[in-house]
């Protein structure tokens, strides 16, 4: 799937890159979860079939968004399933052990990428929406993301569900 880097998402979008709800269950209730009024939502990393810009990514946006991966700041899609990286090519990268996702090496650490769900890092009044396959772009395929982006992660807020504003389903 791509989407430009920095796209802003319309006011009505959920916080998903999919036209439909994030939905999430509160007091055994089901109900979506949406952005607080006035957030901007922007799209980075979604890269498709090629990377938009290459470099050096710094240590400290990796590692905050690794501590991400590894502590379940994970926005779960719901429906949207399972996604392959376009840009690898055959399943010995994509299964390398007959097991779905990579498994990324980095300064001596390691956690496998599922390609499921996403990211909400909040920095003033923008909130960004990334894969979670934005680790394995940027240590595999040398994907540097916007600078603002960078700046986001080190310096803002991983969001969780429990961020997002509940509402209940109709019955």
Same mark, same amino acid.
């Given at each position: 799937?791509?989407?430009?880097?920095?796209?802003?998402?319309?006011?009505? %979008?959920?916080?998903?890159?999919?036209?439909?709800?994030?939905?999430?269950? @509160? !007091?055994?209730?089901?109900?979506? *979860?949406?952005?607080? !009024? &006035?957030?901007? #939502?922007?799209? =980075?990393?979604?890269? *498709?079939d090629?990377?938009?810009?290459? *470099?050096?990514t710094?240590?400290?946006?990796?590692?905050?968004?690794? !501590?991400?991966? @590894?502590?379940?700041? =994970?926005?779960? !899609? &719901?429906?949207? &399933?399972?996604?392959?990286?376009? #840009?690898?090519?055959?399943?010995?990268?994509?299964?390398?052990?007959?097991?779905v996702?990579?498994?990324?090496?980095?300064?001596?650490?390691? #956690?496998?990428?599922?390609?499921? &769900?996403?990211?909400?890092?909040?920095?003033?009044?923008?909130?960004?929406?990334?894969? =979670?396959?934005?680790?394995?772009?940027?240590?595999?395929?040398?994907? @540097?993301?916007?600078?603002?982006f960078?700046?986001?992660?080190?310096?803002? @807020?991983?969001?969780? %569900?429990?961020?997002? =504003?509940?509402?209940?389903?109709?019955?």
């Amino acid at each position: 799937m791509y989407i430009e880097d920095i796209t802003q998402l319309p006011p009505t %979008q959920p916080p998903t890159p999919y036209n439909f709800p994030v939905s999430i269950r @509160k !007091d055994k209730r089901w109900g979506q *979860g949406i952005l607080q !009024d &006035g957030l901007i #939502l922007c799209a =980075v990393g979604w890269l *498709g079939d090629y990377v938009p810009c290459e *470099g050096k990514t710094p240590s400290e946006c990796i590692s905050r968004i690794f !501590d991400a991966y @590894k502590s379940k700041l =994970v926005i779960s !899609d &719901g429906t949207a &399933g399972w996604h392959n990286c376009e #840009l690898c090519h055959g399943d010995d990268e994509w299964y390398p052990d007959g097991e779905v996702g990579p498994i990324i090496s980095w300064q001596g650490r390691q #956690l496998r990428i599922y390609g499921h &769900g996403h990211f909400l890092i909040q920095y003033n009044e923008t909130v960004y929406l990334s894969p =979670v396959l934005i680790l394995h772009y940027i240590l595999d395929h040398a994907y @540097k993301p916007p600078s603002v982006f960078i700046e986001a992660v080190e310096e803002g @807020k991983f969001l969780t %569900q429990k961020d997002l =504003v509940w509402i209940e389903n109709d019955s």
